[in-house]
């Protein structure tokens, strides 16, 4: 039986985050993920993915991955940006990029949301590095995994907020405003929220 798009709210009544980001509260525990945004890439019963996005790698180049991984860049080679996705597989890379709202998804290719998609494969990392591929392109080095009713929990203990992604959160480089700005976006005054944390 198939449903119609009027039986998919856009909120996430039925519970499945893909495509929302997720805001660290000031109580985080973690230290890995104190005051940072995370993008939701894949979210089911079986646990959660996601990649960091405030989270910059500066001393790892993109052209020193193209070296190592034996692949040649020309003067083309697009200047991607490297970040911390999280701390799981950390020798492992995923490519944040835009996609056609309508289209086939090749192998390797993970649709996010209507344009928004994530590659696992050498091919992008190629193109890339002939000028070509996405328009815009992040490539973060590991990820951020939940088990099995993992990140429900941690939300119920009020250590993340959701909230809608905006294309800035994903693509802007101003990491340091990204955190304020998530909580901004939601409608939420990051002083007060700090204000408040700790307290009973």
Known sequence: MSSSPDDQPDDHVDGN???????????MADVRFQRSVVLVCAHSDEGA??????RPLPEIGFGDLLEQLGIEADDAAR???????????P??????????????????RLRISG????????????????????ESAVLALGY????PGQLEE?????????GDGAEE???????????????????IDPSLLSAAAGRA
């Open 49 to 54: 993915m996601g990649l960091v996005l405030n």
């Open 79 to 89: 200047q991607i940006e490297v970040r911390f996705g999280g701390p799981v597989e």
């Open 17 to 27: 985050l893909t495509g929302k980001i997720l805001i660290a509260m000031p109580g």
């Open 91 to 108: 020798g492992r890379g995923f490519v944040l990029h835009n996609v056609p709202e309508h289209g086939e998804d090749p192998e390797g």
């Open 144 to 147: 951020a995994g939940w088990g």
């Open 169 to 187: 959160l994903i693509f802007g480089n101003d990491h340091d405003e990204k955190w304020q700005a998530a909580l901004k976006a939601q409608g």
């Open 154 to 162: 941690e939300m119920l203990q009020n250590g993340w907020l959701t």
């Open 115 to 134: 344009v928004l998609a994530m590659t696992t494969t050498r091919d992008i990392l190629e193109d890339l590095a002939h000028g070509e591929g996405p």
